[in-house]
């Protein structure tokens, strides 16, 4: 364990520590923040407690605390995969609707030419009636 483990998971680690040992305070904590060694020594002196018992003890917070970073991890990496899906199923869902719309309107093309060219035709006369009108009016 080294001294920037401990100090990502500083809060939880001392949370586990101050539920072990009662007798131990923030302020002592706060003393050896990032001192393992220091740290241990203290507790140990404070407690009784041998050094491998307080060792062995620090390593399980700091496991468990990173243990919980994992999983909140994994628990956003599966929520982004979720959405991931959610995009593409709705990418695709678009995609059938616009291209079963251009079907639609190509069989709507061949079945009425005439209808089809007057409709054109008029909203191109009305597009360029707009924007004659705009120009003329700068």
Avoid at 99 to 119: D, M, N, T
Wanted: proline share 1%.
């Amino acid at each position: 364990m080294n001294k920037q483990t401990i100090a990502g998971h500083w809060n939880e680690v001392k949370g586990k520590l101050l539920d072990r040992w009662g007798q131990l305070t923030d302020d002592d904590l706060n003393r050896y923040e990032g001192k393992v060694d220091q740290l241990v020594g203290f507790i140990q002196q404070k407690t009784g407690e041998t050094k491998e018992a307080v060792e062995t003890y620090v390593h399980q917070a700091m496991d468990a605390g990173a243990s919980g970073l994992g999983q909140a991890a994994e628990v956003a990496r599966r929520y982004a995969q979720r959405a991931g899906e959610a995009i593409n199923e709705g990418s695709q869902q678009a995609t059938q609707a616009v291209r079963a719309g251009y079907i639609q309107s190509e069989r709507y093309v061949r079945k009425h030419p005439l209808e089809s060219l007057s409709f054109c035709f008029g909203a191109g006369v009305l597009t360029g009636l707009a924007l004659g009108l705009t120009m003329r009016s700068r």
